[in-house]
């Protein structure tokens, strides 16, 4: 996408609420990953069209996804786990600011020390993968089963930056060995007999994955 059409996109979007503002300031000053505006607003789209009542989301940080996707629909209740304790803290008071408490659920864990536990607050309708890019697939593998059979599954980040693309090469060592994890985990999941996924080339790359 060039500048010109990605600022137009961006005007688009209508004026957000103070705590939202707020929210991407702090994310901002304090490096705090969260999604790019465009990508969060098609997100909040596939919500409001999808209308799910109980969604797991791996990856907290702040609150800020969880905070948008609970206001995009009023009746949906939110499970989201975070294992970084300042950002849990965060969350907790971004939440508890934007009267979401009620339904939005924070718990502070390891993903995958809490899978019991999250397995307990199912099923679900919709799960959103935001979180440590190299574990994307067994946070797939592992909390699908948790979805009911028209469950939707969204992953982000999955174009990251770009450099999931071969002739694009990332500036450090780390972030190109991420980018090819990020490449076959977008490999797996199109392999996958019993998913249909596509890729959404907005924000940092959005894969929506739905069962056959």
């Given at each position: 996408m060039n500048d010109s059409l990605h600022s137009y996109l961006i005007?688009?979007?209508?004026?957000?609420?103070?705590?939202?503002?707020?929210?991407?300031?702090?994310?901002?000053?304090?490096?705090?990953?969260?999604?790019?505006?465009?990508?969060?607003?098609?997100?909040?789209?596939?919500?409001?069209?999808?209308?799910?009542?109980?969604?797991?989301?791996?990856?907290?940080?702040?609150?800020?996804?969880?905070?948008?996707?609970?206001?995009?629909?009023?009746?949906?209740?939110?499970?989201?786990?975070?294992?970084?304790?300042?950002?849990?803290?965060?969350?907790?008071?971004?939440?508890?600011?934007?009267?979401?408490?009620?339904r939005i659920e924070v718990i502070k864990d390891d993903a995958f020390d809490a899978i019991d536990t999250l397995g307990e607050k199912g099923p679900y309708d919709f799960l959103f993968i935001d979180a440590a890019k190299g574990q994307y697939k067994k946070f797939f593998e592992t909390f699908t089963p948790f979805l009911n059979e028209e469950g939707i599954i969204i992953s982000d980040n999955v174009l990251f930056r770009g450099y999931v693309a071969e002739e694009v090469q990332a500036e450090t060592s780390r972030l190109q060995k991420i980018a090819n994890k990020v490449r076959n985990y977008n490999d797996w999941l199109f392999d996958q007999a019993n998913f249909v996924t596509t890729i959404v080339p907005i924000g940092d790359g959005i894969a929506i994955t739905v069962k056959k």
């Open positions: 005007s688009t979007i209508k004026e957000k609420e103070e705590h939202i503002v707020n929210m991407e300031k702090y994310a901002q000053e304090h490096h705090v990953p969260i999604m790019e505006p465009l990508g969060i607003e098609f997100l909040l789209q596939l919500i409001r069209i999808s209308k799910p009542k109980r969604i797991l989301e791996i990856g907290t940080a702040i609150g800020y996804s969880a905070i948008r996707m609970a206001e995009a629909y009023e009746e949906a209740h939110i499970v989201t786990i975070e294992r970084d304790d300042v950002r849990y803290e965060q969350a907790i008071l971004n939440i508890e600011n934007s009267n979401l408490a009620n």
